[in-house]
C-alpha cells in the first residue's frame, strides 16, 4: 500500500512517514498543496493525508481539485482543532474522514488501513486468487495445485499488482512508480528484472497463468479467465 502525506510541518510530515513505513505501508511526502495536487493526481496511491493549512494551495482547494479531476481516491484530512468549519467543508468537499490534531498513531493507521480497505478488492481474507494461482500475503507466497513459491517483497507487490488490475494493462511507469516510489532511482529495467523473475516462479508452478508483454506498452496477466 502506498500512502501520500501532504503536510507542511515537516517535523510531523516526517512522523507520519516513519509511522506509515513502520506499519508496512510504503510513503511519499509533499509539503505543499501544489505539490501535493501533482503527485495525489498520479494514481499512484492507496491513500492521501492531507492537511488543511498547506502554503501554495489549502488542503481544500486540493481536494476540490481532486475531486473536479475525477479522482476517487481516499482523502484523510488532517485538521487543527481550531479549524471545525474546515472540517466540514472537508467532508462536504469529498473527504473522506478526518483527524484533528494531535491524533494517536494507533487511530492514524487504523484509518488509513480502513480507507484503503475500501477500494475494491477481489480478495477473500489474506488471499488474492486469479486463474490456478493464489497469493497470500501472511506468508508472501504464491501457490498452484499444491506447489507452492516464496516471493521477495517486490516480487510479491508486483505480482498483487498484477492480480489487482487483472483487466488492464500495467505499465513499465506505473509498476515502477508503485513499487519503488518517486524518489527511488530505479528504472524501468528494474521492472523488466522482477517481471522475468516472476515468469519463473509461474513456469516452475505450472501455473495456467502467463504473464504477457504488449510491446512498448506494459504488461498483463493471461490464461486465468
Ligand atoms: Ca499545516
Not at 13 to 26: I, N, P, S, V
Not at 55 to 65: E, I, K
Not at 176 to 198: C, Q, R, T
Request: charged share 30%; glycine share 8%.
Amino acid at each position: 500500500m502506498r500512502v501520500l502525506v501532504v503536510e507542511d510541518e515537516v517535523r510531523l510530515a516526517d512522523t507520519l512517514r516513519d509511522l506509515l513505513e513502520m506499519d508496512g505501508c510504503a510513503a511519499d511526502v509533499c509539503h505543499d498543496g501544489e505539490a501535493g495536487l501533482d503527485n495525489a493526481l498520479s494514481g499512484i496511491y492507496d491513500v492521501v493525508l492531507l492537511d488543511v493549512m498547506l502554503p501554495r494551495m489549502d488542503g481544500l482547494t486540493v481536494l476540490r481539485r481532486l475531486r473536479q479531476s475525477g479522482s476517487a481516491v481516499p482523502v484523510l484530512m488532517l485538521t487543527a482543532r481550531s479549524e471545525l468549519s474546515d472540517r466540514v467543508a472537508g467532508l462536504d468537499g469529498g473527504a473522506d474522514y478526518y483527524l484533528t490534531k494531535p491524533f494517536e498513531p494507533k487511530e492514524l493507521l487504523a484509518c488509513v488501513r480502513a480507507l484503503a480497505r475500501r477500494q475494491p478488492e477481489l480478495r477473500v481474507g489474506d488471499t488474492l486468487s486469479y486463474g490456478d494461482l493464489r497469493l497470500e500475503k501472511s506468508a508472501f507466497t504464491l501457490s498452484c495445485d499444491g506447489r507452492s513459491v516464496r516471493l521477495s517483497r517486490k516480487e510479491f507487490d508486483m505480482m498483487e499488482l498484477l492480480m489487482l488490475n487483472r483487466r488492464q494493462i500495467l505499465t513499465k511507469e506505473s509498476l515502477l512508480l508503485k513499487i519503488w516510489g518517486y524518489e527511488s532511482d530505479a528504472e524501468d529495467n528494474n521492472v523488466e528484472v522482477y517481471i522475468s523473475f516472476l515468469r519463473k516462479k509461474l513456469t516452475h508452478l505450472r501455473s495456467q497463468v502467463k504473464i504477457k508483454t504488449i510491446r512498448m506498452v506494459g504488461y498483463c496477466l493471461e490464461g486465468g479467465e
